[in-house]
């Protein structure tokens, strides 16, 4: 009985090395920087990936059969809303079949609803290109905006995982502290560029121009969502004749030709930003891609 019962643990044990721990809970974001947001809240306590990656527009994704897994295995689907990924989360929802993730469910976390907006329409016309009815979705670009973002994302994480509630306090309290103070260096490191004036190449930057006291006096697109035509970037070169500005900017997901052409013509430096983690080797977290952000803006300048 005694060699059996040892044969027994000895194979228990086996197994138990063999098959992993569940590691946490399932998270979904849908923007890399709410995976950045949730790992850093979240440790070892949860499991998350991002549906889309830095180099996609955040606006067009398209629902594959993995992705379908990853949603219908969410505990918590954490997203910028505000419409942002209007053409395809609520199909990608309805496809998994996961009910806890629905809208207006606990599963269901909406950064953007959680900041002061800003470009929100006076009047909607789908003729003016793809405007945002409930204002610009691009919120994470200012670094205060994370700031109230984590500390509700922290709270959800604690609803859905209440057993882990104080160690996602504890997290919170940490990454609060931590981004107050690069808070602090971003701003003392940027106060040079208050009040220039940029061209953007989509109005996804008026959060971090906001943040950084900055200008915008174009955009390569002429309508949001539309891309230029020569035409149209020549009569921007001939506006910045009378409105200059210091540079134009695209995000790391934008095509270059427009930015470059115009920088060309206008004797301005291009700028790529980032937009969010993981666009390049130097933004791999949230506090590198603010360093990166602020590093390239500065040294556009110089």
Known sequence: MKFHRSIFVGCALAFAAIV????????????????????????????????????????????????????????????????????????????????????????????????????????????????????????????????????????????????????????????????????????AQAAPLRGMSVVEHHRNMEYLLSWLGMRQVGTLEPKPGVEPSAAQLGQLLAQLKTQPAKMVLRAAYQDERASQWLSQRAGIPAVVIPYTVGADAQSRDLFALFDTTVQRLTGAVK
């Open 20 to 187: 992993p721990a569940q590691a946490g809970i399932n998270v979904l974001t849908c923007e890399p920087e709410w995976q950045a947001l949730t790992q850093e809240l979240g440790g070892d306590k949860v499991n998350v990936s991002s549906a889309t990656n830095a180099l996609q527009d955040p606006h067009r994704v398209e629902a594959r059969p993995g992705l379908i897994a990853r949603t219908r295995n969410a505990d918590l689907l954490v997203c910028t809303g505000l419409d942002l990924e209007a053409g395809w989360l609520p199909l990608l929802v309805q496809q998994s079949g996961n009910a806890k993730i629905a809208r207006g469910q606990p599963g269901f976390f909406e950064a953007g609803t959680f900041v002061p907006r800003l470009d929100i329409p006076s009047r909607l016309d789908r003729a003016e290109g793809d405007v945002h009815a409930y204002g610009n979705p691009h919120v994470h670009l200012n670094p205060h905006n994370i700031a109230l973002i984590s500390a509700q994302l922290a709270k959800r994480l604690a609803t859905i995982d209440p057993s882990n509630a104080a160690f996602y306090a504890a997290r919170q309290n940490d990454f609060s502290a931590r981004w107050a103070t690069a808070m602090r260096k971003w701003e």
